[in-house]
């Protein structure tokens, strides 16, 4: 298993709170991606990033911030969470040196009360 | 606007019998398909894939076939096993990007 560990693997937060999932890796590689998965919507880029300080937006990032200082680490930020930001949050990382596969972490369920 | 499209949200199938899971894109840059199973409390893992140069992928029980002019793919699991009970989720990606955009899952359920 590629070496991926999200933490917390479980949160309760109450709305307006800001709020860090953490994803670190083992693994060198380049590209770290945060999904969301709901049900109906499948899973979601919300951000992504492509080196140390590099980070792009994508699919669904509004009320989000995402931090990369390390190439092992990839921080999103919920800045005030919201009911609508409840959801499972998996962290993926790949090399893409050629064409490759996405591997992801376990998942963090976050509940926003 | 959903680029990558699978209709069917659940499919349920014999053990045995041949399951066909279905993913419809419409950005027709994408050059690469990937296909993940998901079980519940466990992150996707991936299954097999297929570049936008071939027309189909095999590996083991399961194929992946690519219609680039009909811009569909679809997961072929030949026998079916009551293990592959999952949701399966299809995902694209386009050179030179960095994201991989996937579709919103089908259920499948094998039946023993």
């Known amino acids: 298993d590629a070496g991926i560990t999200q933490s917390p693997r479980h949160k309760v937060t109450e709305t307006g709170t800001p709020v860090t999932l953490r994803c670190h890796q083992t693994e060198n590689h380049r590209y770290m991606y945060w999904y969301r998965q709901d049900p109906g919507h499948g899973l979601r880029l919300i951000h992504y990033?492509?080196?140390?300080?590099?980070?792009d937006k994508g699919e669904v990032s509004d009320g989000y911030s995402v931090s990369r200082s390390k190439t092992e680490d990839f921080l999103l930020t919920l800045e005030s969470a919201t009911s609508s930001q409840t959801s499972v949050y998996f962290c993926a990382i790949s090399d893409r040196v050629l064409d490759t596969e996405a591997f992801f972490g376990q998942g963090t369920r976050l509940t926003v009360v | 606007d959903q680029q990558v499209k699978q209709n069917s949200p659940s499919l349920s199938v014999q053990e045995g019998r041949i399951s066909i899971l279905n993913c419809d894109y419409t950005n027709s840059m994408f050059d690469y398909f990937l296909w993940y199973k998901k079980y519940p409390a466990e992150g996707p893992t991936f299954l097999i894939s297929?570049?936008?140069?071939?027309d189909k992928n095999e590996d083991g029980r399961f194929t992946v076939f690519l219609n680039k002019s009909a811009k569909h793919l679809s997961l072929h699991i030949v026998p079916s096993q009551p293990g592959d009970s999952a949701v399966y989720f299809c995902?694209?990606?386009?050179?030179?990007?960095?994201?991989?955009?996937f579709g919103t899952g089908t259920r499948l359920k094998v039946l023993a």
């Open positions: 990033s492509y080196g140390v300080k590099d980070t």
């Open positions: 995902a694209a990606s386009e050179s030179g990007t960095y994201k991989y955009i």
């Open positions: 297929i570049s936008s140069i071939k």
